[in-house]
């Protein structure tokens, strides 16, 4: 598990979203997701790691929570520019995008 890590995204000159030892304060991984646009909403499950994007070209995205390795993404296909929320209910993924609620499977 990667308990002993605390997760940010785009607070540097890296941009991306990173992991650092809260004991330390070193970088353990940076993520820059490419082009795909993404917000500071963050849940952890397990060995996972998901973070909400703050536009409709984005939506939700899977990455390894203890390398940031890119697992995969989610999009309604919805073409508004609301943003993404996501919150953890169970082994569930709550996520709320324009005015539609689903619930993906934390894995």
């Given at each position: 598990m990667a308990s002993d890590l605390c997760f940010l995204s785009g607070l540097d000159f890296d941009g991306g979203v990173w992991a650092a030892d809260p004991r330390t304060g070193h970088k353990?991984?940076?993520e820059d997701l490419g082009d795909r646009p993404f917000g500071d909403q963050m849940v952890r499950a397990g060995d996972s790691?998901?973070?909400a994007s703050v536009f409709d070209r984005g939506g939700i995205?899977?990455?390894d929570a203890?390398?940031?390795?890119?697992r995969w993404d989610y999009n309604d296909?919805?073409?508004d520019d609301g943003e993404w929320e996501i919150s953890r209910a169970g082994s569930r993924?709550?996520?709320a995008h324009s005015d539609e609620l689903y619930a993906l499977p934390a894995v």
């Open positions: 353990r991984w940076m790691l998901y973070i995205y899977a990455l203890k390398t940031g390795t890119y296909g919805a073409s993924l709550l996520v």
